[in-house]
């Protein structure tokens, strides 16, 4: 059962989207990705979801079977669309927006057969910034996920055993985020971007190089999935860094805290307090109109002035973002890097994740979800930010 304000609030993506669909001139946009699907409805379907830029939403569904509703039409192939169109005195599109930067070339082909579109375009980004800017209902999710997830996050240290593994821990930090609410999946945009439920990164294997795009990697347990944890035994003077998924709503939440076993060096206190700074920073700078790359030079400049750039977002692999958006998915739109030709808007979401490694200790470090406010930019992760101490 849908509730009432989110049926409201569908609406107003509904006319934001042809609002942005006439700008492009298209005749309308055909979505068939889950997250995007999820977006515009509210479910998630097996089929398509056709908007026009001048009238109401068409939806194709093959499944699951049962579902009803006006201008819902139950297919097994998109060769039945055509028919369902003359049958309704629909004119068929020429100028569509697919998501073209993520269903495949066959899917894209196909249609193309049986739509005989004249052009297209690419829907994804287009959905991409659509997405950006979140609406009050989105917002309220967003909150509800951020308070279970620092609540989650408060009770980590009653699930520390002496001698547990990295892979342990994490298991256990697991278990009682699904006892919570936790959804369990992990939503991400791109390839290389496969994780089971986010990170926990202790000692050394922090500074492990990954193919997978995220600020820091691990080896993780097989060379299919080298990312995160990889069983190391947790010790004295190490650092644990937790990065587990915020995903207590449908909209993901982003929040790192590190954990000591035991006291670690001096060295980690400083580089965390580093991090600290950088936060405090980008608080009081950020509002609507800021530049994301003004903020990431920001950053950088903190660390060029502690005299850590070597040990920033990582050692032998240096990420090179500080910050991304959030919502469905756990990399939106925007992204703050050096090369970014974003602002921040107002109603946007986004993670900062200023981090270090520490050779011989592991990773230090903030990450907190924060919201764009018309004066300003707004925490939504609160709980302590100190490094934590397990023992």
Known sequence: ?????????????????????????????????????????????NGYYYL????????FVKRPGGLSGERLFSIYKPEQIPDIFASNGWTLPEHVLLETDEISYNEYMRLQNVFHFKKTGNATAFMRRIRMIKTPW???QLRLSADRHAATYARIPEYY??????????????????LHGSIGVFRAFGPNMNIFMGSLLAGENADAPSPFDFALGGGG????????????????????M???????????????????????????????QVSLEIQ????????????????YNLAYSIVEKAG??????????????????IGLEINEPPVLTKRSKEVLEPNTAFALEPKFVIPQVGAVGIENSFLVTNEGIEKLTSFREEIIPLT
Do not use: W
Request: hydrophobic letters at 40%; glycine letters at 8%.
């Open 1 to 45: 059962m849908i509730d009432k304000k989110l049926i409201k609030d569908l609406f107003f993506r509904q006319k934001k989207v042809q609002e942005a669909l006439r700008e492009t001139g298209a005749d309308g946009i055909l979505l068939t990705v889950d997250v995007n699907l999820y977006y515009m409805t509210g479910l998630v379907f």
């Open 52 to 59: 026009p830029a001048d009238d109401d939403p068409v939806l």
């Open 138 to 140: 989105e917002i309220g």
């Open 161 to 178: 055993r002496p001698g547990m593994t990295d892979l342990r821990f994490q298991a256990e930090i697991e278990h009682q985020m699904r």
């Open 221 to 240: 347990q097989t060379a299919f999935c080298p990312i995160g944890a990889n069983g190391t035994l947790l010790k004295e003077g190490m650092s644990v």
């Open 242 to 272: 937790v990065d587990m998924a915020g995903n207590y709503t449908d909209y993901l939440t982003d929040m790192t805290r590190v954990y000591s076993i035991g006291t670690l060096p001096d060295a980690a206190y400083r580089a965390h």
């Open 280 to 295: 405090d920073a980008v608080e009081a700078s950020a509002k609507p109109g800021t530049a994301c790359a003004d903020l």
């Open 308 to 325: 850590l750039t070597a040990f920033f977002m990582g050692m032998k692999q240096q990420a090179k973002f500080v910050g991304h958006g």
